[in-house]
């Protein structure tokens, strides 16, 4: 196992001009340390290496909660839409972006440091055809915090869906579930 280019990003909690088609286009087949470093340069080179070499290639996007980290992986997605001339670039991204909603109800909690924080893993496989363009991709999740389920911590929360249960209680579909308001349910997992 060889480690490759390791960049380490900052969130600055705002949107800056550094991620749109122009800067895709400024860094796509440029070589590693010709310009500077970015989210965008790995991408070029994962995606070289897989051209050159024709081997997988891996990026970690790792960090706490907060960091960026969906959003990092969203422009990677773009970059390599944009660089393969995917004929669908905008809809393989919005495809594997579509599942954000369910898994986040599923997978994220109120923790004290981030309202919506994953708690949970996200692998991401983008499948290209032999002329490099991405032809699909498949999102695989896994919990990290089964505790969660049964515990939290002071002025955290249970998953979002156990909150968006509840607060659907009344609704005939769910009737046969026997759900109550959150509060008397939390207190049946104490």
Known sequence: LVAGIILVAINPYKQLPIYGDAIIHAYSGQNMGDMDPHIFAVAEEAYKQMARN?????IIVSGESGAGKTVSARYTMRYFATVSKSSSNA???????????ITEAVGNAKTTRNDNSSRFGKYTEISFDQSYQIIGANMRTYLLEKSRVVFQSENERNYHIFYQLCASAMQPEYEHLKLGRSQENNLLFS
């Open 91 to 101: 809809d393989v991204e919005d495809k594997v972006l579509a599942s954000n909603p």
């Open 54 to 58: 024709n081997k997988n290639q891996s």
